[in-house]
């Protein structure tokens, strides 16, 4: 009787969930520029050849991690435009949840200037709900609803952004840095009656 050598090919999905996971690290930690293939390959067990076989080039798979990471917060945080700081206080919670989505936005604006199109279907609608508030009067008019929403944003992160020069005048870690950012966002989106409609 012969026997036959059965065994399962291995699980390709754990083998992109490893590689995932060691791409986000990596990338997170290094940017674009600085991450190495082969430090994904080997954090996560895998070969170089896997990657490119699952997700294409560096750049791909870097694009695809910043999407998932931009669509993974968009999931967490829903918009709610008619309350812009509750909205600017838990994306600024969840992203001090998640600094590796942070760090991964700083770097695609710095290493990859072009959009990422699940990042872009997340903007979009956010923009929409801001303009259905601003034509219910419940944010400010005067104002363009993207400028309106990366001005939000800017303040969420202002912090992330903000020069070392600036940093290294703070004397600690000040707690209240949730409050402050919707305290400015709320100064920011109030609707005055004095703008144009």
């Given at each position: 009787?012969?026997?036959?050598?059965?065994?399962?090919?291995?699980?390709?999905?754990?083998?992109?969930?490893?590689l995932m996971k060691a791409a986000i690290d990596e990338f997170a930690a290094h940017g674009?520029?600085?991450a190495r293939v082969d430090r994904i390959a080997e954090q996560a067990s895998a070969?170089?050849?896997?990657?490119?076989?699952?997700?294409?080039t560096k750049e791909e798979l870097f694009d695809r991690v910043v999407g998932d990471a931009m669509a993974e917060l968009g999931?967490?945080?829903?918009i709610d435009a008619g309350d812009l700081p509750r909205y600017a206080g838990a994306l600024f919670a969840q992203l001090e949840q998640r600094p590796h989505v942070r760090r991964l936005y700083l770097w695609a604006g710095l290493e990859r200037q072009q959009p990422v199109e699940a990042e872009v279907a997340e903007y979009r609608r956010n923009v929409a709900?801001?303009?259905?508030?601003?034509?219910?009067g419940s944010v400010r008019s005067d104002i363009p609803a993207i400028e309106l929403?990366?001005?939000?944003?800017?303040?969420?992160?202002s912090w992330d952004t903000?020069?070392?020069?600036?940093?290294?005048?703070?004397?600690?870690?000040?707690?209240?840095?949730?409050?402050?950012v919707e305290?400015?966002?709320?100064?920011?989106?109030?609707?005055?009656?004095a703008q144009p409609c």
């Open positions: 009787m012969v026997m036959y050598d059965r065994r399962m090919p291995p699980d390709a999905t754990e083998t992109k969930r490893r674009l520029a600085g070969n170089k050849r896997s990657i490119y076989m699952h997700f294409g999931r967490a945080v829903a709900a801001i303009s259905a508030a601003q034509r219910a929403l990366a001005m939000v944003v800017a303040l969420v992160i903000a020069s070392w020069s600036l940093k290294a005048l703070r004397e600690d870690s000040f707690p209240g840095r949730q409050a402050a305290a400015a966002v709320a100064g920011l989106a109030r609707p005055s009656f």
